[in-house]
C-alpha cells in the first residue's frame, strides 16, 4: 500500500469547468495550476482531473481521440507536466482520468481498424464477422465503412469497445477471441504504453474509468481481474509508486486486481443513493431515510476484501447530481461529518464544498444531457461570471447558476458558519486522528432499518473513535457499548450517555474517542 494514499483527500477537478485563464469559455490547465494552493488549503491533498486527453467531445472527454496528447482546449502537453509539478511542490498527488475500456470514433486506431486489408489495428477493436450479425446483449455501430462487421460499443454509439477478449468466446462465435489471443493482449500493451508515458511525465497514477467491464462474457469479473494482475505485475516492476483507483464498486474483485482502492458506484447494488439521491434521502432532515441497506451492502464488501475497508465514497461526480439537491443548509454538513469519517479516500468533487446547485433546465454539451446541470462552471466570487472566465456569457462551456445568492468560495469563506468552513474543520481533524483515516477499521454500532441515528466505531493501532450521525430533525436514543468520552468534534449539541444508552438532538454529527 502506498503511504501518501493512507491520508489522501481528492479533489475532484472538471476540467472544463473548473477555471478559465484565456476567455474562451472552457477551464484550462492554468486555471488548475493558479487554484491549487485554494485546494491545499481546504485540506485536500490529491486530485482526480476527468479526462484531458484529445477528443471529440462527444461525451466530455471519456471518448478519447489521442491518449498521447492533451485537448488543445486546456493547453500542451507541457501545461499538464507543469501541472504535476506544481502540485508535488505542495505536496500534492495528481492522477489522471485513464478510460480504457473505448476510443472515439475519430482515434486512428479505430481508423485503421476498420479498414479491409488486414493491419496491426484489425483486433485493437470488438467486430463481429459479419456486417448483419449484431452482439448480443452489447450495442454496435455498423454500415460506415468498407469492413464487414459490427463493431461492438460502450455506452454512446460513438464509444467504439477496445478489444480485450472474452473470458468465455462462443466457439461458434469466432469473431470473440480470449484475452490470452494477440489481438487482446496487443491492447492491454498499448494500454500500459500509455500508462507509462503519463507515469513518466509526472502523474501519480489514475483513477480508471469503467475498470471492471474490460474482458466481456465475464459475470463473475475473473477475466477482468486476470486482466488487471497483468497490470498489476507491470507496474510494479516499473512504476511501483503509482496509485491505482477502480471504478468498479466491487472491492473483492477490484483489490484481488492490484486496485490501491475501490470506488463506489452510484448505481448497481451499492444503495449510494439512498444517502443523498432519492425521494426520502437519509441525510434530509424530514428523518424518512433509509441506511440500512447501504450499511449491509457496504459491510458485505467490507468482509469480502477482507477488511481493508477500501472504498471511496464521493460527495459526488459530473455522473451525478449535486450533493446539494436534495438535501440542503445543515443537511450538507452532516452528509459530509459522515463522508469525512468513513474508511477509503474521501472524494469531494469540485464546487460541493460550497453547496453548489444543480442547474436545472440545461441543454446538453457534450453528451452531458441530465448531467449537464452538475457540469456548471465554479463560482469563485461576485465578479464577472461568477470568476470562472472573462470571457462573454453567451461563451460559456455550460451556463451558470443564475440565482442572484448562488454560494461562491468568496462568500463562504467570508461567512464563518458556511459549509466551506465546516468541510475545512472536517478535513483537518480526519487528518489528526489516525482512527479516522483511510485504512482504519470500521465497525457499525447503530444502522438498524428505517431508524435514526447511525453510529459506527473507527479504529487504529492507537486511538478507537466512536462517530454518531443524525441527519433527522429529531432527538434519538440507541443502546451502544461504548461510553463516549473526549469530543472531538460536535455539530448541533452535544449527545448524553446513561446505562448504555445514548441521546442525540436532531441534526447532529459528533466523534468522540472511547
Known amino acids: 500500500m502506498l503511504k501518501w494514499l493512507d491520508q489522501a483527500i481528492f479533489y475532484e477537478i472538471y476540467p472544463q469547468s473548473f477555471l478559465d485563464t484565456n476567455a474562451d469559455g472552457i477551464g484550462d490547465f492554468q486555471g488548475i495550476i493558479e487554484k491549487l494552493d485554494y485546494i491545499r488549503s481546504l485540506g485536500c491533498n490529491a486530485l482526480w482531473i476527468n479526462p484531458c486527453?484529445?477528443?471529440?467531445?462527444?461525451?466530455?472527454?471519456?471518448?478519447?481521440?489521442?491518449?498521447?496528447?492533451?485537448?488543445?482546449?486546456?493547453?500542451?502537453?507541457?501545461?499538464?507536466?507543469?501541472?504535476?509539478?506544481?502540485?508535488?511542490?505542495?505536496?500534492?498527488?495528481?492522477?489522471?482520468?485513464?478510460?480504457?475500456?473505448?476510443?472515439?470514433?475519430?482515434?486512428?486506431?479505430?481508423?485503421?481498424?476498420?479498414?479491409?486489408?488486414?493491419?496491426?489495428?484489425?483486433?485493437?477493436?470488438?467486430?463481429?464477422?459479419?456486417?448483419?450479425?449484431?452482439?448480443?446483449?452489447?450495442?454496435?455501430?455498423?454500415?460506415?465503412?468498407?469492413?464487414?462487421?459490427?463493431?461492438?460499443?460502450?455506452?454512446?454509439?460513438?464509444?467504439?469497445?477496445?478489444?480485450?477478449?472474452?473470458?468465455?468466446?462462443?466457439?461458434?462465435?469466432?469473431?470473440?477471441?480470449?484475452?490470452?489471443?494477440?489481438?487482446?493482449?496487443?491492447?492491454?500493451?498499448?494500454?500500459?504504453?500509455?500508462?507509462?508515458?503519463?507515469?513518466?511525465?509526472?502523474?501519480?497514477?489514475?483513477?480508471?474509468?469503467?475498470?471492471?467491464?474490460?474482458?466481456?462474457?465475464?459475470?463473475?469479473?475473473?477475466?477482468?481481474?486476470?486482466?488487471?494482475?497483468?497490470?498489476?505485475?507491470?507496474?510494479?516492476?516499473?512504476?511501483?509508486q503509482a496509485a491505482m483507483i477502480s471504478e468498479w464498486g466491487e472491492p473483492d474483485k477490484s483489490l484481488l486486481g492490484g486496485f490501491h482502492m475501490d470506488f463506489l458506484l452510484h448505481f448497481g447494488p451499492s444503495h449510494y443513493n439512498d444517502l443523498f439521491r432519492c425521494p426520502e434521502p437519509y441525510f434530509s432532515s424530514r428523518g424518512k431515510g433509509d441506511i440500512y441497506e447501504f450499511v449491509e451492502k457496504y459491510k458485505e464488501n467490507y468482509e469480502k476484501s477482507k477488511g481493508k475497508g477500501l472504498i471511496c465514497i464521493p460527495s459526488g461526480n459530473h455522473d451525478m447530481k449535486r450533493l446539494a439537491y436534495q438535501i440542503h443548509g445543515d443537511e450538507l454538513k452532516i452528509a459530509f461529518a459522515f463522508l469525512l469519517s468513513m474508511p477509503g479516500a474521501p472524494f469531494i468533487y469540485y464546487g460541493d464544498e460550497i453547496g453548489m446547485r444543480y442547474v436545472e433546465g440545461l441543454d446538453s454539451v457534450e453528451?452531458?444531457?441530465?448531467?449537464?446541470?452538475?457540469?456548471?462552471?465554479?463560482?469563485?466570487?461576485?465578479?464577472?461570471?461568477?470568476?470562472?472566465?472573462?470571457?462573454?456569457?453567451?461563451?460559456?462551456?455550460?451556463?451558470?447558476?443564475?440565482?442572484?445568492?448562488?454560494?461562491?468560495?468568496?462568500?463562504?469563506?467570508?461567512?464563518?458558519?458556511?459549509?466551506?468552513h465546516e468541510v475545512k474543520k472536517l478535513i483537518k481533524i480526519r487528518q489528526e486522528h489516525t482512527a479516522l483515516q483511510?485504512?482504519?477499521?470500521?465497525?457499525?454500532?447503530?444502522?438498524?432499518?428505517?431508524?435514526?441515528?447511525?453510529?459506527?466505531?473507527?479504529?487504529?493501532?492507537?486511538?478507537?473513535?466512536?462517530?454518531?450521525?443524525?441527519?433527522?430533525?429529531?432527538?434519538q436514543s440507541f443502546s451502544c457499548p461504548y461510553i463516549p468520552a473526549e469530543p472531538i468534534y460536535t455539530f448541533g449539541g452535544d449527545c448524553t450517555s446513561d446505562n448504555g444508552n445514548i441521546s442525540v438532538p436532531g441534526s447532529f454529527a459528533g466523534f468522540y474517542h472511547i
Open 53 to 240: 486527453f484529445l477528443s471529440p467531445f462527444g461525451d466530455a472527454g471519456y471518448d478519447v481521440a489521442d491518449y498521447y496528447r492533451t485537448a488543445p482546449r486546456y493547453g500542451t502537453n507541457e501545461d499538464l507536466k507543469r501541472v504535476f509539478r506544481e502540485a508535488h511542490k505542495r505536496d500534492m498527488h495528481v492522477l489522471l482520468d485513464l478510460v480504457p475500456g473505448h476510443t472515439s470514433i475519430e482515434h486512428p486506431w479505430f481508423k485503421e481498424s476498420a479498414k479491409i486489408k488486414r493491419n496491426e489495428f484489425t483486433d485493437r477493436y470488438i467486430w463481429t464477422d459479419h456486417v448483419w450479425t449484431y452482439p448480443e446483449g452489447m450495442g454496435g455501430i455498423s454500415g460506415f465503412s468498407q469492413r464487414d462487421g459490427v463493431c461492438v460499443t460502450n455506452f454512446f454509439s460513438i464509444q467504439p469497445a477496445l478489444n480485450y477478449g472474452f473470458y468465455q468466446p462462443d466457439p461458434e462465435k469466432k469473431w470473440q477471441q480470449a484475452f490470452e489471443d494477440e489481438g487482446p493482449q496487443a491492447t492491454l500493451a498499448a494500454m500500459e504504453d500509455v500508462m507509462r508515458f503519463w507515469l513518466n511525465m509526472g502523474c501519480d497514477g489514475f483513477r480508471v474509468d469503467m475498470a471492471g467491464s474490460l474482458v466481456k462474457n465475464d459475470p463473475e469479473g475473473k477475466g477482468t481481474i486476470r486482466l488487471w494482475q497483468q497490470v498489476r505485475s507491470f507496474l510494479d516492476k516499473e512504476f511501483p
Open 367 to 420: 453528451g452531458g444531457y441530465d448531467r449537464t446541470g452538475s457540469r456548471s462552471p465554479m463560482q469563485w466570487d461576485s465578479s464577472t461570471n461568477a470568476g470562472f472566465s472573462s470571457a462573454p456569457v453567451q461563451d460559456l462551456y455550460i451556463a451558470q447558476d443564475p440565482d442572484p445568492h448562488r454560494p461562491t468560495v468568496q462568500n463562504q469563506m467570508e461567512d464563518p458558519n458556511s459549509l466551506y
Open 438 to 475: 483511510n485504512r482504519s477499521s470500521i465497525d457499525f454500532i447503530c444502522a438498524s432499518k428505517n431508524t435514526y441515528p447511525l453510529a459506527y466505531v473507527r479504529k487504529s493501532q492507537d486511538e478507537a473513535v466512536l462517530v454518531i450521525i443524525n441527519p433527522s430533525s429529531a432527538s
